[in-house]
């Protein structure tokens, strides 16, 4: 099997051989690795990260309040818009990471995708600047949809390129690799608290054209950073075997077509290759017909053992949907709940909603050095774990920290409820509850240290857990939980809606949010997690790890 599917881009262009030197070489040459990745490639990488971020949550993160504003949408259709673009986003990382994975390669990839992602910030800045229209509603979603388009080509390209600048199978590089997904996201999230920070402010009370322009000249720089750092990147070689997807595609095929031979032909099947009795389905398609024997057409163990590792991965994936239903409420409810309280910093100076998400950010960029300085050597010394704990437990001790944060939320809720009954302003949607919006801060940090486990537990583990030359598409993957997340989100809040304002009821998501219920809805998360948990324990205590390194 080839190395990687990955394709540098000295491969096809003539006018830059001279980098060949400093990357891996297609004609055979040998990779100079004094001079090329480590560190100080992944510094141009996570750069162009940062201004990704940066952009993309600089539309996300208040998304909600332009529906509900200037396009003068109800909460709950603009909660479900949210929830369905956001959705798509990270699913399309699928598709993006499939024609990476199989045709352009990473670098191109990403080149492509940031110039999507510059037309469709432009795009966005011109529909922000129009009058109420038809036109504007269009252009709108129209760029906003190619931004998620761009995002999808984008996301799993540049951390997997990243990844890709450490040597695997070198012992001290492979601590770095697991080091950098932990500084990866630091920096990812440093770009996401200037948006919180500044352009979430500008937004609301300077100019939504203005505070989406500024996110189209961040990606330019962002992508001017990015071809800086050509000359030091390792690239990994496109081989000439067949695709990946084509080999774990014809394994599945094989195995339907053979469901019904007998297990004591695979037996002896089997036991002519080699290897001990198996009758789980994929083992089938290690039989064909004779022609097809005679032709070389056949599965290898290796290419079953290969899609074996790919679908062992669905468990793990399913059991984490609930996680990323909670993720989907920071940037839609919990917005909404801040918008109705005292957000008086001094006065004369009332802090954005939105900006309270920067305290996400902030705990990650706290607890991640502790995390990578402190945490994993104590472990290590405990454990015996090359990384302090596996990543499935990191996965799972996020998750249990997500449930936490919406039994914290729904306390929070109950009380700010109990507090408008208390001073008769239930019936007053835009009166201020005199109650500060520091108290939604536990919710929001709680919410950031389960990200530190769970989210990049997930990268990490995706990236490695997949075959190398499908490194794209298994971050992809972790990218799609939140994805179908969002969509199942907006699916519940669609089912409660309708169940809880039949007849006349006040729904649980009334645009008085004074005679809401989200606190009943945070309960349910709660619990939802809390199966979700049980379910993913119970997978992940059977996973077997595909390499060594990783348990």
Same mark, same amino acid.
């Given at each position: ?24 070489? &297609?004609?055979? %040459?040998?990779? !100079? ?58 699913? *399309? ?23 999507? &992602? ?9 529909? #922000? ?24 080509? !984008? ?24 080091? /950098? /997904? ?48 050509? =000359? ?27 469901? =019904? ?11 002519? =290759? ?10 089938? #398609?290690?039989?064909?017909?004779? !022609? ?25 994936? #399913? ?19 801040? #918008?109705?309280?005292? =957000? ?14 920067? /305290? ?92 530190? /486990? ?20 298994? *971050? ?28 006349? %009821? ?10 809401? %219920?989200?606190?009943?809805? &945070? ?29």
């Amino acid at each position: 099997m080839a190395t990687s599917r990955e394709e540098s881009p000295e491969t096809q262009n003539p006018l830059i051989d001279d980098v060949v030197d400093s990357a891996a070489d &297609y004609k055979g %040459h040998p990779v !100079h690795r004094s001079t090329s990745g480590g560190w100080r490639s992944a510094s141009f990488i996570i750069g162009v990260e940062v201004a990704e971020r940066f952009a993309y949550y600089g539309i996300s993160s208040n998304l909600i309040t332009f529906l509900t504003g200037p396009l003068g949408q109800s909460t709950v259709t603009a909660a479900e818009n949210v929830n369905i673009w956001s959705g798509t986003a990270q699913l *399309l990382p699928l598709l993006g990471a499939f024609v990476a994975d199989s045709f352009l390669g990473r670098y191109r990839t990403i080149i492509v995708a940031s110039l999507l &992602y510059i037309l469709g910030l432009g795009l966005l800045t011109v529909s #922000a600047m129009l009058t109420s229209s038809e036109l504007q509603i269009v252009l709108f979603f129209f760029s906003l949809y190619l931004v998620a388009v761009a995002q999808g080509g !984008h996301k799993p390209c540049v951390q997997a390129f990243g990844a890709d600048q450490f040597d695997g199978q070198d012992p001290e590089e492979c601590k770095a690799k697991s080091s /950098f /997904f932990n500084w990866w996201y630091f920096g990812m999230n440093a770009g996401i608290l200037l948006t919180f920070s500044v352009l979430i402010y500008i937004q609301d009370n300077l100019s939504w054209g203005l505070g989406f322009g500024i996110p189209c000249v961040v990606m330019v720089l962002g992508m001017i950073i990015f071809v800086s750092g050509t =000359r030091t990147y390792r690239y990994s070689i496109q081989g000439e075997e067949e695709s990946p997807f084509v080999r774990i595609g014809k394994v599945f095929v094989a195995a339907l077509r053979n469901r =019904r031979t007998s297990p004591s032909a695979i037996a002896s099947e089997e036991e002519s =290759r080699g290897t001990l009795p198996d009758q789980r389905l994929l083992n089938k #398609a290690l039989l064909a017909p004779d !022609h097809l024997k005679k032709n070389g057409k056949v599965c290898t163990i290796a290419e079953v053992e290969e899609a074996k590792a790919v679908l062992r991965l669905f468990p793990i994936w #399913a059991t984490c949907l609930p996680y990323a239903i909670v993720c989907a409420q920071s940037s839609t409810f919990f917005t909404k709940q801040g #918008a109705t309280m005292d =957000r008086t910093i001094v006065p004369g100076f009332d802090i954005p909603a939105a900006s309270l998400q920067s /305290f996400i950010c902030l705990a990650i960029m706290m607890i991640i050095p502790i995390y990578d300085r402190i945490f994993v050597p104590m472990a290590r010394a405990f454990t015996r774990e090359p990384f302090g704990i596996t990543k499935l437990q990191r996965i799972g001790t996020g998750m249990f920290f997500s449930i936490i944060s919406m039994v914290v939320a729904a306390l929070v809720e109950m009380k700010r409820l109990q507090t408008a009954k208390d001073y008769d302003l239930v019936d007053l949607p835009s009166a201020t509850i005199p109650m500060s919006i520091w108290w939604l801060v536990p919710q929001y940090f709680l919410y950031g240290l389960a990200d530190v /486990f769970t989210i990049v537990g997930l990268q990490e583990f995706f990236y490695d857990q997949v075959p190398n030359e499908l490194r794209s598409m298994g *971050l992809a993957l972790y990218l799609s939980i939140f994805g179908v997340g969002n969509f199942l989100s907006s699916f519940l809040i669609s089912i409660i809606e309708e169940a809880t304002s039949w007849g006349g %009821h006040t729904s649980w998501f009334s645009d008085n949010l004074n005679l809401a %219920h989200l606190d009943y809805f &945070y309960w349910l998360l709660a619990a939802l997690c809390g199966v979700g948990l049980l379910a993913y324990m119970y997978f992940a205590k059977s996973y077997i790890y595909n390499r060594a390194s990783t348990i």
